[in-house]
């Protein structure tokens, strides 16, 4: 594993809660599914014969990197948070085919394009996610594939509506005392959508599914560890259809370069 550079970040970081950043995503169920989830949807390329050049934008504590340095391939990892960077380090010591860099994901400037770009749960940590989308996409190579994961506004909403948090929506579901872990800048999915296809429109969009579009809305919370594993065939049945696919906590989008 080697280092590159530092870039003085900006946006939200992490630093200062880092291992509670790292476990609020691992080490809980609605973690656990969601990473499963992504790896179901990832498995063809994760799998791939061809030996990809990775790169994890925005990839935090290095779980999504492990699985293609694991697989074979080649990968850059970068983040902005110095902390969560060093809990990655640890998680892949000893790896030889993954490089690690702390920036900021607008200043990504690689010489090098990528087969595969993966920008997971980090346009709602951002102040202009559709400029996210636009660098993203320069990074990556002619008949590469983006994989883009973000918080879904529109199953925010849902959800706090089911819990009678009628006054957070009403303040447009911002917190009086903003939860640093609590995402401030969730997207709607038609609205994403609507700019890839309009300003990208030969681009291909291969995959299209909801993450979590059971698990969240549990009325007996128990279940979501003790009965898993009927969740997650759940998921992995419907997440990718009609209508389902919209509740989903997150929406994840697999974009092909044509």
């Known amino acids: 594993m080697k280092d590159r550079k530092v870039v003085t970040p900006t946006d939200t970081f992490f630093n200062g809660i880092a291992n509670k950043f790292d476990n609020n995503i691992y080490g809980t169920s609605k973690g656990r599914l969601r990473h499963q989830m992504l790896l179901h949807y990832l498995s063809a390329l994760i799998h791939s014969p061809q030996n990809l050049a990775v790169l994890d934008a925005g990839g935090g ?3 999504m990197s492990l699985e293609f340095a694991q697989a074979g391939h080649q990968v850059t990892l970068c983040d902005g948070s110095e902390e969560v960077l060093d809990i990655a380090k640890q998680r892949l010591a000893g790896a030889t085919n993954i490089c690690v860099e702390q920036t900021d994901i607008l ?44 918080f ?70 128990s ?36």
């Not at 447009?172 to 990208?200: F, M, T």
């Open 152 to 221: 879904n506004r529109d199953a925010a909403l849902f959800n706090n509506a089911i819990w009678g948090n009628f006054d957070y929506i009403e303040a447009g579901l911002k917190a009086r005392n903003q939860v640093r872990l609590n995402p401030h800048n969730a997207q709607h999915p038609s609205e994403i959508l609507h700019y890839i296809k309009h300003k990208y429109p030969t681009y291909t969009i291969e995959h299209k599914a909801g993450i979590r579009c059971f698990h969240d809305y549990l009325q007996d919370r």
């Open 107 to 150: 200043s990504l400037d690689y010489p090098q394009q990528f087969d595969v770009v993966l920008c997971h749960a980090v346009l709602e940590w951002l102040q202009e996610p559709l400029v996210i989308i636009d660098k993203l996409f320069t990074q990556l190579r002619q008949g590469g594939r983006l994989s883009l994961s973000f």
């Open 223 to 258: 279940k979501q560890i003790d009965e898993y594993d009927k969740i997650l065939a759940l998921e992995i049945k419907y997440g990718a259809t009609e209508p389902y696919m919209w509740l989903g906590k997150y929406f994840h989008l697999i974009i092909k370069k044509d």
């Open 61 to 63: 504590t290095g779980m």
